[in-house]
């Protein structure tokens, strides 16, 4: 039998979608795939030679748990040019992926039974990780009347006396909404006054589209900066999920204790991928220029696509890849002999009848919206949009 705390933790929506998808596929069915969370271009040359040369080169032994020093430093610099954060290598922390990064702060900052505020719709491992950590995870709710963005007057209503941390996620996965900077600073200033720690999510930080610009919350809000663990990666930016490298940066003693918390459980992160990680935070921006304009194309076509479709409703989304459309019109309609009765049997119609992959909102704490990737070819995009019309129609 295993753990009590394991009974608590949810097996993955997007997992559970890739499964049922490559069974489809197994049977020889074309299926349109919307649930993809990762670029579909390919890593850079310039970084995937770096590796080679890391591996011919023999760098394939441990490193320091904490990463080696060459890429700690890059990304000080990052976070000096791009955030206008300052931090020493000292308190950077190379991890297995953005993922383990979070996982590795949860740990080392909350207590038993401390609450965690999850703002909804959310990532899908926010509020495990943090059951995972022994933490309570509040899902405080937003809505599409503020663009899905927490307003201080909700986390007003939402802290309590054991409020420990905010998991924070600008753009957002899955809703795409960008904060602007004089959201973070009101934000930052009510977490600051109330000793609330923030761990920011960054990883889309490129992601942002029609004016809009990603600021980190310790950027914005200063004071929040020895309150904040903030996250990001090379998955989403250069298009290197498989290599899994993300970085976490914070005050020395939190940055330390996550290193105490990884020492135990993986050790460094794989060298090779550290190696090639680095090349991509030295490199040229040309490429994440080039995927994010193609990203902005799909983006504007996908979304006029669905705004189309009658039951789905979205505005643009500013970041991130995904559009995240309501589709409460639709509940309750007959849909090839079956009454729709949630998002979740919509999207499983859409992918049993059309062959069309989105992940249902339920996973995602949103359960009457269905979240569709924009991470794919704009042929596949046409060729699925037309199916679901299709179907609709
Ligand atoms: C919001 C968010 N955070 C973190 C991650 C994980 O990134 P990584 O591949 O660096 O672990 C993802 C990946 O889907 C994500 O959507």
């Not at 979240?371 to 070819?377: G, I, L, N």
Request: negative net charge.
């Amino acid at each position: 039998m295993v753990s009590d705390r394991l009974q608590l933790i949810s097996p993955s929506a997007t997992l559970q979608l890739n499964a049922r998808v490559q069974e489809l596929a197994a049977e020889g069915k074309d299926v349109v795939k919307f649930g993809v969370g990762e670029p579909d271009f390919p890593t850079p040359d310039y970084i995937k030679e770096k590796a080679i040369e890391a591996i011919e080169g023999n760098k394939t032994t441990y490193t320091p748990a904490s990463g080696i020093p060459e890429l700690r430093k890059a990304v000080c610099k990052k976070f000096a040019e791009d955030n206008g954060l300052e931090y020493e290598p000292s308190q950077v922390l190379i991890s297995v992926g953005a993922k383990h990064s979070i996982y590795n702060a949860f740990v080392a900052l909350v207590n038993d039974g401390d609450e965690v505020i999850v703002p909804a719709p959310y990532w899908v491992s926010y509020p495990e990780q943090v059951k995972l950590a022994g933490g309570v995870p509040v899902i405080l709710q937003t809505t599409e009347e503020t663009d899905f963005k927490v307003t201080p007057e909700m986390l007003e209503d939402a802290v309590s006396s054991r409020t420990r941390v905010i998991i924070f996620n600008s753009p957002s996965n899955p809703t795409g909404s960008v904060y602007t900077p004089d959201e973070l600073a009101a934000l930052g200033a009510f977490l600051a006054e109330h000793g609330i720690w923030a761990i920011c999510d960054d990883i889309y930080e490129y992601l942002v589209y029609d004016g809009a610009v990603h600021v980190s919350l310790p950027t914005a809000a200063p004071e929040m900066k020895p309150l904040s663990v903030v996250v990001n990666g090379v998955s989403k930016a250069y298009a290197m999920t498989g290599w899994r490298i993300g970085y976490a940066a914070g005050p020395t003693d939190v940055i330390k204790a996550m290193g105490t918390v990884q020492e135990h459980a993986t050790s460094n992160a794989t060298s090779i991928s550290q190696w090639a990680a680095l090349a991509a935070l030295e490199g040229p921006k040309g490429t994440v220029e080039e995927m994010v304009r193609a990203f902005d194309e799909r983006r504007i076509y996908m979304t006029e696509r669905l705004q189309n479709i009658p039951g789905f409703e979205c505005t643009a989304p500013k970041g991130a890849f995904y559009v995240f459309p309501n589709v409460r019109q639709l509940i309750g309609q007959k849909m090839d002999g079956r009454t729709i009765t949630d998002a979740d049997m919509l999207a499983e119609v859409l992918l049993e009848e059309v062959y069309v992959a989105a992940v249902p909102g339920s996973g995602f704490g949103a359960p009457e919206n269905i979240r569709f990737s924009y991470a794919t070819s704009m042929d596949k995009i046409e060729e699925g949009m037309d199916r679901i019309e299709k179907l609709l129609g």
